[in-house]
């Protein structure tokens, strides 16, 4: 709903911290355009809001929350009604004890009992729980409790359980617009390693490669892709050692790295060959690690010269691309 308003957020992960934080940013944006566009007086955002509001209310506190405008547009002082456990609500972008006070004073003798909730979409409200109120109806109303901002349904957000997140984030994406979570991959950790090395005079390592990397060139098809598996082989050495102290941090993380590239060669092989492959498997491997949320941004020829490193490291390893005589890639 609130997605044709320009809330659209980046990408993201799968994990408590990630999606707490996709959450944080979608409401915090939400925060900012209503507080922005009501100093420009536009102010169509805030009647959304209602509906959005009762949406994730509902959900953080299992409250039963109707917008009641949508059947009494002469309502006054309120927004949103639980009639199941009378709670009656009003939104506001205005974070006043007049605003407060003025809903209170409204005609809300039909809610008499009823509990009465107060939140601000926009501004801090933490001010508003130290104010005392008028309260002529006696409407159930503790201020300390019953004033909410953004920062009181975070608060809820952050300590509920992984699926309760996953359900908030969800009512999220679909409300404000769709996400992908960032994720930590090792590949982006292991391109932070080698961006960080001067690769400046390097000269070709001890390692021994048991096959003729020419042979395999040719073998595959690869033309313009042999100069860059000619000019990044001599790194080989230089992967190895990096992936050896990888190792020591973790089981299997280089071998995630391989398989990485491994899987994608599977993958778009049945689709492409030769130097276009070859190509593709380095685009597609630069966008996972962009898409990293470990991943520290360095200038885009820097990050293709780092996985064309990985991505000949790869070749020579066997883990993409034929060997001559052989059926498949080697395992």
């Known amino acids: 709903m609130l997605a044709r308003f320009g809330i659209h957020m980046e990408s993201v992960p799968v994990n408590r911290s990630a999606i707490f934080n996709a959450c944080e940013q979608k409401l915090a944006l939400l925060c900012c355009r209503v507080e922005l ?7 169509d955002l805030n009647i959304h809001c209602e509906d959005f509001y009762a949406g ?23 927004d949103l009604v639980d009639s199941t456990s009378k709670i009656v609500l009003q939104v506001s972008s ?11 004073s409204k005609d809300l003798s039909a809610y008499t009992g009823h509990g009465f909730r107060f939140l601000s979409i926009s501004k801090d409200a933490s001010h508003l729980r130290k104010e005392t109120y008028t309260n002529p109806h006696g409407l159930v109303f503790d201020p300390s409790n019953d004033i909410y901002d953004v920062t009181t349904l975070l608060k809820v957000v952050i300590h509920m359980g992984l699926p309760q997140q996953r359900e908030v984030y969800d009512f999220l994406k679909d409300e404000l617009g769709e996400e992908r979570l960032k994720e930590e991959s090792n590949l982006a950790a292991v391109i932070n390693i080698i961006s960080k090395q001067d690769l400046d005079g390097v000269s070709p390592g001890a390692t021994a490669i048991d096959f003729n990397v020419d042979d395999k060139v040719k073998f595959n098809g690869l033309q313009g892709a042999a100069g860059v598996v000619a000019d990044y082989a001599l790194f080989h050495h230089v992967v190895d050692r990096i992936y050896a102290e990888f190792d020591s941090a973790g089981i299997n993380k280089s071998k995630s790295v391989l398989d990485a590239f491994r899987t994608t060669y599977h993958r778009l092989s049945a689709i492409y060959s030769g130097d276009e492959l070859f190509f593709q498997i380095v685009e597609e491997v630069i966008k996972r690690v962009q898409e990293s949320s470990n991943y520290a ?3 885009i020829d820097e990050l ?5 490193i990985l991505a000949v490291d790869a070749f020579i390893r066997c883990k993409i691309f034929k060997n001559p005589g052989a059926a498949n890639v080697a395992a």
């Open 37 to 43: 566009r009501g100093r420009l007086n536009i102010l």
């Open 304 to 308: 293709q010269l780092c996985v064309n």
């Open 56 to 78: 994730l209310l509902n959900i953080l506190y299992s409250y039963q929350l109707k917008n009641i405008n949508a059947y009494n547009q002469n309502a006054e002082g309120l």
């Open 297 to 299: 941004s360095i200038p």
């Open 94 to 104: 205005t974070a006043t004890k007049q605003k407060v006070n003025s809903a209170l």
